[in-house]
């Protein structure tokens, strides 16, 4: 078996597996790259509805992300997530699942994943099963069409909807991921939760972080911690803590009376970096080692430099072996100005 994975690994252009440790002795095996900082919605929490994009030319090119992600498996990522922006918005990204589908036949990969708003899943979902996808998060706020449109601006709740069912049906397991806005969608959470468990979907909320400026409404007016969503939940609902681990900042409770798993994302209150495996690439090729810190790595530089990819992956190795043990967000109650600088759009969230 580990003989014929090993075949089918030389075949995908993948050499043997190797193990990226941090310094602080972390595996790093998901990486998570944002395929374009442009976006159909324009949801008041993430961007401001004039917002400036990228020059296309700035961004790697779809061969060039495969290129890059190709590079991060074969030194031991094991899970690849798109997002954005809006990763189905990118003209002809489709062709960027399919290269990278062949590390999920070599079993290279464990993992080819996306996050995404939902609005183009009618259109792609049957051919990101075929590409090997097996789940997507999609990101809902609200049920309610109305409340819909004032949070993403310029979404179609319906498109959305469509796109979930059309997910379910290509065999794509589903997992929702609704920011908690004061104000905006607190009482609603409780139907999220029963919708969720009634169409089998996995449901996580998440705390409202301060990223980038998106003028308008005052992220400190939205912030919501989490602890009080889930004592609120508590009151409707019997929630126990479960083992349930990705690596990430989400922690899982089970929901007894619908079965379905609930996350909290709680980067604001909870330190959750002693057990991070990831890192983040930006469209440009911008490597994150941490949400939470301004310090970057440029592997488009090496990337171009030369065909071969030696002096990138000195500059992958270079980079992780930064990767700081933790992040530092805070809300600053007096200015009100966001902890990190860029949207939350550039790295993907
Ligand atoms: N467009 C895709 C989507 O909405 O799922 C992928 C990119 S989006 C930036 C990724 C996730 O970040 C979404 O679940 C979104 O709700 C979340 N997000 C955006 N801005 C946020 C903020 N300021 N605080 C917390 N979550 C945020
Ligand atoms: Fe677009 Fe996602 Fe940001 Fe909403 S959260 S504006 S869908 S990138």
New binding site residues.
Partial sequence: MEAESQHSRAASGVDAPRRIIDPFDREITYLRVSVTDR?D???VY??SEDMTFLPKADLLTLEELDRMCSAFVAKGVRKLRFT???PLVRRNIMWLFRQLGRHIESGALDDLTLTT?GSQLGKYADELAACGVRRVNV?LDTLDAKKFTRI?RW?RFDQVMDGIRAARAAGLAVKINCVALKGVNDEEIHDLVRWCGDEGHDLTFIEVMPMGEIGGEMRLDQYWPLSMVRAELQRRWTLTDIDYRTGGPARYVECAETGGKIGFITPLTHNFCESCNRVRLTCTGTLYMCLGQEDAADLRAPLRTSEDNGLLNEAIDEAIGRKPEGHDFIIDRRHDKPGVGRH??VTGG
Avoid: A, I, L, Y
């Fill in positions: 976006c919605f324009r949801c993430c961007m954005g922006g809006e708003n990101s993403t979404g939350m759009s």
